[in-house]
């Protein structure tokens, strides 16, 4: 059986990568919002021909590149040692209405990793909203409270301090406080072979952040 065609979010992340571009760097190229950006290479948003001929005038380049994935195959990469110490006060702040995110070890650029403290005030599913979803797998740990996980195939599960929960980040996902608590504090690492994962979460979490 032959494979799948690429989609179009596979192609357009395949041509940023290709040209070394961040995700902020495509957005502003193409001026393409940077959340819808991800949401189309992640297949969660398609785009109008109108918006694919003007990306393809804007990179001067052809539309058939937007509809082809690119041969070849990338060239291996040096060994490097990088290092960060994950600081709270130094940590990237996004607040929604569900979350406060604390991103860490924000200077190293391109990680596939990304740790994060997460402070949960959402209490119900319906105060929560839409379930969430994103590329890789990710862990989360109960510091402080009691939580709840609800997910897209399995019954909610209740998490005590020093308990953690290990899921697919593509499934439809939620963490709520559990009965009985107001607040409660985890350490996630979410993971991903997309180099971008943090710009793309951030601008997942940026679309959640409650009108000012």
């Known amino acids: 059986m032959s494979p799948?065609?690429?989609?179009?979010?596979?192609?357009?992340r395949a041509l940023r990568k290709r040209n070394g571009w961040t995700l902020k760097e495509m957005s502003e190229r193409t001026r393409i919002p940077l959340s819808t950006l991800s949401k189309v290479e992640h297949d969660r948003l398609t785009l109008t021909y109108d918006k694919l001929q003007a990306i393809s005038q804007r990179l001067n380049?052809?539309?058939s590149e937007l509809f082809a994935e690119p041969a070849g195959t990338a060239p291996d990469k040096p060994v490097t040692a990088r290092r960060s110490v994950g600081r709270i006060d130094q940590a990237l702040r996004v607040t929604t209405p569900n979350y406060d995110?604390?991103?860490?070890?924000?200077?190293?650029?391109?990680?596939?990793?990304?740790?994060?403290?997460t402070r949960i005030r959402a209490?119900?599913?319906?105060?929560?909203?839409?379930?969430?979803?994103?590329?890789?797998e990710e862990y989360v740990h109960v510091l402080e409270g009691r939580i709840e996980v609800?997910?897209?195939?399995y019954d909610p599960v209740t998490l005590d301090v020093g308990?953690?929960?290990?899921?697919?980040?593509?499934?439809?996902?939620?963490?709520l406080t559990a009965?009985?608590?107001?607040?409660a504090l985890v350490l996630g690492v979410c993971a991903s072979a997309d180099e971008d994962l943090m710009e793309s979460l951030v601008a997942i979490h940026q679309d959640e952040r409650a009108p000012a």
């Not at 799948?4 to 357009?12: D, H, Y």
């Open 163 to 175: 308990e953690g929960i290990y899921i697919d980040s593509d499934m439809g996902h939620a963490y």
């Open 101 to 117: 995110y604390y991103f860490l070890c924000t200077e190293l650029r391109r990680k596939r990793m990304i740790p994060l403290l």
């Open 61 to 63: 380049i052809r539309m």
């Open 179 to 183: 009965p009985g608590c107001d607040e």
């Open 123 to 136: 209490r119900t599913q319906a105060e929560f909203g839409e379930l969430v979803r994103h590329p890789g």
């Open 4 to 12: 799948p065609p690429p989609t179009l979010g596979t192609v357009v």
């Open 150 to 153: 609800h997910t897209e195939f």
